[in-house]
Structure formats: C-alpha cells, structure tokens
C-alpha cells in the first residue's frame, strides 16, 4: 500500500472507473477521423502562434538591445542608416528567416502526429483515429509495409518539415507569378484553361487536327499533328472589363542547337537537378527532352537496347523538373496562405480543447490558388519488370539527391526487393540472343506498384497512393489495383489526376498482356468515388470541368511500329499541346539477317475489313495451306501462329481433325516442352504448333524444322530470321533421310500487316508486295 501511495501523481493516469472507461471508449469510437483539411488548418495555426510568439520575443530583446547599445553603435558605424533604422531593418531580415523556417505548412504533411499540446485524453483519442486509419483498405498502398516502418517514415517527415528551404526552390519568381509574362513551360501548360474553340476541336469526334512531317535530327523523320486553330482569339472578354487568358496552343518542335552547350535556365530546369546532372546529354536526349519540355505526345519507335538508358535520363530529368515545379508551387502558396491567416486570439487557444470551433472576420480576404488535382499522384511510369522499375529509381535519385544518400528515404528496403540477382539463369554453352539476356537481366517480377513522394529535400519511397507524387508500376500491378468490374475490393481514384504517362520497353508490356494496357487507359481520369484525399478549394478550374485527358502528356517508347500503339496512340491521346511520331522509313529490314538458303514465300489474303481479317486468314489456311502441309513430303512442319488466339483455334481444329501434332505456348510446362521437342525431331508428330509468346520468353532453339508456316507475319521482326535460320543443317536429324533441299517457308499475311511487313522486308518491298497484282511473292537468299 505505501509503495502504492508514493506514485507520483503525473505518473498514474486519472482514476476511472468500469462504466466510465467503457463510455470514453464509446465516445471516441463514434468521433470522426480527421480530415486532411483539418490537419491543414491545425498546422497552419499553430505555426501562426509560433511566430507570433517569436516575435514578441525579439521585439523584446530588440527594445533592450536599442537601449543599451545604440550609443555605441552609433558611434562605430560606417553606414549613414540611422541606428533606429538599422534595427528596423533587422528586425524584418530575422522575420522573414523567421518566417520562412517556420511557417511552412504543406499538404504533405498529412501523416504528422496531432499536437503536442493536447491533453492526454485527445493524444489517446487521436492515436486511435490513426491507427484505425493505417488498419484499414490495403488497396491505397503501394506495397505492403510493416506498421513500425511507417511510424518510422512520420518522423522523418517531421525532420524533413524542420529542415530549412532550398533557396532554389523555395522561392517563385515574380516572371511566374505574372500571367501576362509567363515563359515556364510547365506554367504555361497548367495555368491556364483552355479556350472555348480549343475545347470544340478536341471534343470533337474524330479530333480536328492538322499534320506536318519534318525533319528533326537524330531522330529522324517526324509526324507532328497540333489541333486545328478557329477563328477565335486567344483574350476573349469575360464580363465588362476583366479578361481571362487561355492555354497557348502547341507548337512544332524547333530542333535544339546540339554544337552549342546546353542551357538550361533557357529550359527551366530547376537548379537543384541541374547541379546533379554529371554528364552533358548527347543530340538525341537533348532533341527528346526539347519535345517533352513542350508537353507534347511522343510516341517514339526507335528505343534499342544501346540508346535505352539515354532515353531513361530524359524522361525521368523532364518527370523530376515537373514534379519539383509543382512541389514547389504548392508549398510556396501554403506559405502564402499561412501569412494570409488571421492570428488566434487566446481565447481561441482556450477553447481548443473544448472542440469549440474559431470564428473567422468575413472581411478578411484569404488568397485562392489553384495549383492541385483532385489527388495527389501526378506522373505514371509503367515498366514490365522489376529491374527496370530500379534503374529508373536508381535515375531520379541521382538527379535529385547526388551523393547526398540520406535525402532518399527507404531506399535500402527498395534495393533488396527490387535488386538482388538475376531472376533467370542463362546458360553458359548454347547462349541465348544478346538481346534476350539484356531483357530478362536481373529481377523480372511482373507484378509491383510503388509509390514516391517528393519534398523540397527528400524523396520518400513506399508511400500510398494518395500520399504520393510518382507512381512506378508494371501493367500487371496497376490490373491488380484497379480490378474489374463486379469485384468488390478495387481503387482507380489515384489515376484521376495524371498529368504525366510514361510507358517505357512498350514491346515488353505488348508481350507480357497488351489489355492490361488497354485497361488502365479506359480508368484514366475517372471522376473519383470519394473526396477524401481532395482539397476542393485548391483544385485547378480544368480539373473540375473534367478536362485533364486534354492535358494529360503520354510518352511511349518502343523499338517497334506496331498497329496496336497507333491505334492507342490516336484514340486515348488528346494532348491539347499536340503529338508527335517518329515515322522513319525501313531500308532493309530484317529479311537480311536469313543466310539459310530457303525458298521464301509470301501469299497475300484477299479481306474486305479489319474485322473479317481472322475469319479470311483461317479459311484460306484451312483450305488452301493445310491440306498441303497433311502429306507425307511436308513432315516436320511448324505452325508459327504469332496470336495466342488464333493458336487456341488452330489448336482445337487440330484436335477436331484428329492430325499428328504436338503443341507449345506460354503456359506449357518445362516437361511438356521437352517431351514435343523430342518427338517433333524425331518425326513423331507431323506438325509442331509453335506461338509467339513463348518463343519471346523463352526463345527455344527448336530443331528438326524442314517446312515454316507462319500464320501471320510475326510482331517481332527479328524473330523471322531467327526462325528460318533454324533450319540449317546443324539443327536437321540427318538419319532421317530426309532431303535437305526439299525445305519451305511460307508467310500469310493481308493488307493490315503492312507494318510488320516493313519491319521484315523494308518499306519500299513491302509497299510493292501489297500493292501487287499477284497474290504470291517468292524470294530466296539470292535477291534479298
């Protein structure tokens, strides 16, 4: 009992009884979760009070100072300042630092703890609203996290809340906040709405637009298509006397200057990426990032894998300068906002924690600044693997921090998970294609989202959706967050405010599911379902009318031409700025790559519309090919059929028909694979149906091939070569008996495939083969 009574009083919690504990639980389960507008306003207030209490401070110590020493200052000093004004003009330099130190309240700040000064009651009642809220729907995060590593990740924001401002970015240039003499692109492109004519050409069905091909250095040959201009001026009257600016239209791209050096104030690249950039960009990272510095579409077809990290720098350079801009803008107005706020009186102080809420003078005119979306996430990177996702990360954090390690949070946990070693195994003897061991070097998990906030001095990893500026994600993962219709557990708000779509090895994503793809395009810009993580008086007017498709920029970057990306590309692009494709003609094209010498014959399908293509092209196989191939001289006969749909038909006819085959896609196990392998050398099985995917995944060195038949001409144009060269006579069973010379390869294909026949045959041949009045074209090694 006497140990009992020595408690100290401040140790031991306020007597409670049963009935009392169970009511408080109650209250403070029926009280409403804070909302981010809440939040705002608490850390506006209370850094309101913070420098009114400095103030006070210093103007003490500044009165005692002035009385003891202004003689003597006086006397001393060099400056014809009168000793009253040198003060005066002290105190407004230690206001503004004042000022500037502490006054900074940002929207990012939404996972801060409440404050300090609350009694314990309201620490324990908000302790619970936040852990109710991290207990909740796991569909906003971008990877699970543990809870201790998230509490570790609020008090490194509080630390990075408390570091002084970049003197760089903190501060917005009057030029910017001047709508007559904006020069910014960035400004230019999200300042102001678009005009009434702008907005008819771009709503119209199909969208009013003009062309013009140029010339534009190392990339070659462009297609530049900018939305058709009325007769409408760009200053329209808006009332009597006031007048509203609009968007300024695109523009062609001027090629930049690449014998001079760079400038990049004259781009407005802030300063603090541009003391990170070590190595000064070559003429196609300079001519690619001048086109994504006007915010125009690009659809880019000629990515390699040697011009691939050139191209990484410049969009993750134009991603970051964008991002940083708009932190920066916002965290500028809050600082506005917070001055603009009328100081708490303290009877207002009192009556905190009596919930009481604080009457604010009508006449007081707080600013209004229109600088966000309806959510946070701004820019979207899609990638097909893992590894990609950590170059890109690995890109931005050089851009952004340098060497300066601590300034990018979490990046330990992302190097192992994203990082490690190689997923696959190549072998050492029968090495694969170069190419094929550059793609699926090191982690090739499919399926992963993660999320990065940026800060005027930090890059945060492994934040929530909402909570982030940068999203980094294959078309696997974003499938599996936005879910389909009739599930109940699916979330596509975070994709309704991306001003910046970023799709890099587009090839890669076309192989893995192409309607991932299409599916995240058809949830883009949805109207959100809730309004919890949007601040309505800080969305921009375009946001509200619904018009962020039209200024949505969307980059992809492939190493092939593909119908598929043209058809993405016109329908889902609307880029009120305009968009631009490489249209680069094909010299040679793949074909020269054969040194097997095999009769090559292409037959020409006649069809009538793109949607009658699949049924024309199995009739003519089914009736014409097939019962070619079914005789005794035909063994050993692949079937190359390029879509997997068309593969599960030829396969069911097959079955159907009860012919010799054996089959091998995607999803046939290793056994399976080995097993056709082995009887389709060794004649076995007549036929051998063979897809594209698989042969992109795991690019099988079959043998024993006599006859090809591809289906359709195949996507990837490299793999026509690597096919025939197949049949040369170190894969051949040479105990067969078979004549070597009696070998075939025969191509179908119709007038929709003038693409992939480019690609094989080059531009000039494959527009004389469609254009032909013949149905059947032979070549050989000879005339190539």
């Known amino acids: 009992m006497k140990n009992r009574r020595n408690v100290p009083k401040s140790k031991k919690g306020p007597f409670r009884t049963k009935g ?84 900074r309240v940002s929207e990012y700040s939404e996972d801060e703890e409440d404050d300090e000064e609350d009694d314990g009651e309201e620490e324990a009642s908000d302790a619970e609203m936040v ?82 091909a140029m010339p534009f250095g190392s990339l070659g040959n462009i297609y530049v298509e900018l939305p058709k201009q009325n007769a409408m001026m760009k200053m329209e009257l808006k009332g009597i006397v006031q007048r509203e600016r609009y968007a300024t239209p695109g523009s062609l791209p001027v090629v930049p200057d690449v014998s001079s050096e760079i400038k990049w104030s004259e781009l407005h690249v802030k300063d603090k990426i541009v003391r990170n950039i070590t190595e000064t960009p070559n003429a196609m990272q300079r001519e690619v990032f001048t086109i994504l510095n006007n915010y125009q579409d690009l659809l880019f077809t000629g990515r390699t894998l040697g011009n691939g990290d050139e191209l990484r720098f410049a969009y993750c350079l134009h991603a970051l300068n964008h991002l940083v801009k708009a932190v920066t803008k916002i965290q500028h107005h ?27 003078d009508p006449e007081i005119l707080v600013p209004e600044y229109r600088d966000q979306g309806l959510v946070r996430p701004k820019v979207l990177i899609v990638v097909p693997f893992r590894h990609s996702a950590l170059k890109i990360v690995n890109q931005l954090k050089e851009l952004f921090a340098g060497d300066n390690a601590k300034a990018v949070n979490n990046y330990k946990r992302f190097a192992e998970e994203y990082g490690g070693e190689d997923t696959l195994v190549f072998p050492q003897i029968n090495r ?77 994503c076309y192989a893995q599911n192409w309607d991932h793809v299409l599916h995240l395009f058809e949830h883009l810009h949805r109207q ?95 009736s014409v090919i097939l019962p070619q191939a079914r005789s005794l001289t035909m063994a050993r006969c692949l079937i190359y059929v390029p879509s997997y749909f068309d593969f599960v038909r030829l396969r069911n006819y097959f079955k159907k028909e009860e012919l010799s085959f054996t089959q091998i896609c995607e999803y046939t196990t290793d056994a399976k694979i080995a097993r056709a392998r082995d009887m389709f050398y060794h004649g076995s099985k007549h036929f051998l149906l063979y897809s594209e995917r698989s042969h992109f995944f795991r690019r099988h060195r079959i043998k024993g091939i006599r006859h090809l038949i591809m289906y359709a001409p195949p996507v990837y144009p490299h793999f026509y070569p690597e096919m025939i060269n197949l049949m040369a006579n170190e894969f051949q069973n040479l105990k067969d008996g078979v004549d070597a010379t009696a070998m075939t390869a025969t191509v179908l294909f119709t007038k929709y495939d ?26 050989t090694t000879d005339t190539k």
């Not at 793609?439 to 499919?446: L, M, P, R």
């Not at 010299?587 to 020409?604: K, M």
């Open 131 to 212: 852990s109710e809220q991290g207990s909740g729907s796991d569909l906003g995060a971008s990877e699970d996290s543990e809870a201790g590593e998230e509490e570790d990740s609020v008090v490194e924001e509080d630390e990075e809340e408390d570091a002084p401002p970049d003197d760089g970015d903190s501060t917005i240039s009057s030029e910017e906040e001047d709508t007559e003499t904006v020069t910014d692109p960035y400004m230019l492109h999200t300042a102001f709405n678009i005009s009434p004519g702008m907005l008819e050409a771009l709503a119209a069905e199909p969208v009013s637009l003009e062309g013009k």
């Open 334 to 360: 809050n600082l506005k906002l917070a001055a603009a706020q009328p100081a708490p009186s303290k009877k207002s102080r009192r009556n905190r924690r009596k919930k009481e809420k604080e009457v604010i």
């Open 528 to 622: 959100p379902k809730s309004a919890e993580n949007t601040d309505f008086s800080r969305v921009r007017d375009w946001c509200l009318n619904g018009w962020t498709k039209f200024y949505r920029q969307t980059v992809f970057l492939s190493s092939l031409e593909l119908p598929e990306y043209r058809s993405l590309f016109n329908k889902h692009c609307q880029n009120y700025r305009g968009k631009i494709r490489t249209v680069n003609r094909v010299t040679h094209g793949s074909i020269r790559h054969v040194v097997v010498r095999v009769p090559q014959s292409f037959q020409r399908i006649e069809v009538t519309s793109l949607e009658g293509q699949s049924n024309a092209r199995f009739s003519h196989f089914v």
């Open 432 to 508: 694969k294609p170069e190419d094929y061991e550059q793609t699926f070097a090191g982690n090739i998990d499919d399926n992963f989202r993660i999320g990065i906030a940026f800060n005027r001095s930090s890059m945060k990893l492994y934040t929530r959706y909402y909570a982030s500026d940068l999203i980094i994600a294959s078309p696997l993962g974003l499938r599996m967050t936005i879910g389909a219709e009739g599930e109940s557990e699916r979330d596509f708000d975070f994709l309704s405010s991306i001003e910046m779509l970023i799709i890099d090895q587009a090839e890669v």
């Open 20 to 103: 009392m504990k169970k009511k408080l639980k109650k209250q403070q389960a029926n009280r409403p979760a804070p909302t981010r507008q809440s939040k705002q306003q608490k850390h506006i207030t209370r850094a309101q009070e913070t420098v009114e209490a400095q103030k006070r401070q210093i103007q003490t110590e500044l009165k005692y100072r002035k009385q003891a020493n202004a003689p003597l200052e006086y006397e001393f000093s060099d400056s014809d300042v009168e000793p009253e004004a040198k003060e005066e003009g002290a105190f407004e330099n230690l206001m503004e630092m004042l000022s500037s130190k502490r006054a």
């Open 754 to 779: 003038s693409l992939y026949l480019s690609a094989i045959l080059g531009t000039d041949r494959a527009r004389t083969i469609l254009q032909a009045p013949k149905s059947v074209h032979r070549l």
